[in-house]
Structure formats: C-alpha cells, structure tokens
C-alpha cells in the first residue's frame, strides 16, 4: 500500500464488494433450473481447497500461494460484471471468452483499486488468462474438476442429467495425471458409471 494512506482505504467497501460474491449465483445452474444452486463464493471456495490440496501433490513444483489466489481471484470481476457462459459443451465461443475476460478484468481493477492493489491482481488476473505460467495451467484444471464435482453433486441429489458439464471438463481439459485420475473417479461415480 504505497501509495495511499491507510486511513484513505475503504476496507469495508472493498469486503462488501466481495461479499456479493456469495449472492451471485453461478448462470450455468440457474440455466439447467438446479434447486438451490452454488454461488460465485462457494465454487471459489473449493477451487482453493483443490489449489491448496492437489499443489503439493503434482508431479512438479507449484506456487501454491499464487494457485490458491488464482482460485480465489478468478469469477471475482463477475460481482460487477455478472456470470456469463461461454462454453457450452465442448465449444468455446471465443470471441465472448475474450469479451468477457476484459469486463471481468475492468471489474477486478475496480474492485481492487479500493484498496489501492489493482497493478497486483490485475497482473495476476493476466497471467490466469494468459495461461502463461503452470500455475495459470494447473488453475483452469481445477476450476473444472470443480465443476464436475459440483455437477456430480447434482445429479445425485437432484436426479438431473447435467451431462454437458462432464463433457465441457472433459479429459482434453484435465491433463494432469492425477486430475485427470481424479476426474475419471467423479465419472464412475455418475449413476450408471458413465
């Protein structure tokens, strides 16, 4: 915080704007009508959990403190900009990806100008998107077993078929030997073992 003064930052501001995160409901269950369905917040959440879990356990060296804000970071722009799909099944529609990620990455300057760390979170949010380090890698793996597991989840306590999410994480999106392992488990768990 070096360049302004801590009695000029709004902490609360800044923690109410990303308390919204918990009532901003995830657009891709609100689209398949899911009973009671995840928040921004609570599928932030467990990506951390599996960053803070799985970077200890790949086969290779991992920052697990960059991966965790990753995690944490990554649909954070969406408390001013909204969830927006742009992957259904196994297709991206690209041109809404990039849209998207430039609003999201106004949102995070936004939000985190607050407390005067945009240049930090902003340079962190570009390299997440950029995919260019393993860590950025190894985060979009986890952001969709996270939502296997989340669409497993579903299914069981809801008797929904959610089938294009399984196929949106697909094992052309898991790469790492142990995600995808892991990702193959929630497979079998499907009814019928899909």
């Given at each position: 915080m070096a360049n302004m003064p801590h009695n000029k930052v709004n902490y609360v501001d800044f923690l109410k704007t990303v308390g919204?995160?918990?009532?901003?409901?995830?657009s891709g269950w609100v689209r398949e009508k899911?009973?009671?369905p995840?928040?921004?917040a609570e599928h932030s959440f467990r990506v951390g959990v599996l960053a803070m879990i799985f970077a200890d356990k790949l086969g290779y060296k991992l920052n697990k403190e960059k991966l965790m804000k990753m995690a944490l970071l990554h649909d954070l722009g969406e408390v001013i900009t909204e969830d927006?799909?742009?992957?259904?099944?196994?297709?991206v529609d690209l041109k809404k990806r990039e849209e998207k990620e430039q609003k999201e990455r106004e949102g995070i300057k936004k939000i985190f100008g607050k407390i005067d760390e945009a240049g930090t979170y902003l340079a962190l949010y570009d390299e997440m998107i950029g995919?260019?380090?393993d860590e950025a890698q190894v985060f979009w793996q986890l952001d969709k077993l996270e939502?296997?597991?989340?669409?497993?989840?579903?299914?069981?306590?809801?008797g929904k078929s959610l089938e294009?999410?399984?196929?949106?994480?697909?094992?052309?999106?898991?790469?790492?030997?142990l995600l995808k392992e892991t990702?193959?488990?929630?497979?079998?768990?499907?009814?019928?073992g899909k």
């Open positions: 919204r995160s918990k009532r901003l409901l995830r899911v009973k009671d995840e928040s921004v927006t799909v742009i992957e259904r099944w196994d297709m995919r260019t380090s939502m296997a597991l989340q669409a497993l989840e579903y299914e069981d306590e809801q294009e999410f399984f196929v949106n994480a697909s094992l052309t999106n898991i790469r790492d030997s990702f193959e488990k929630i497979l079998k768990s499907r009814k019928g």
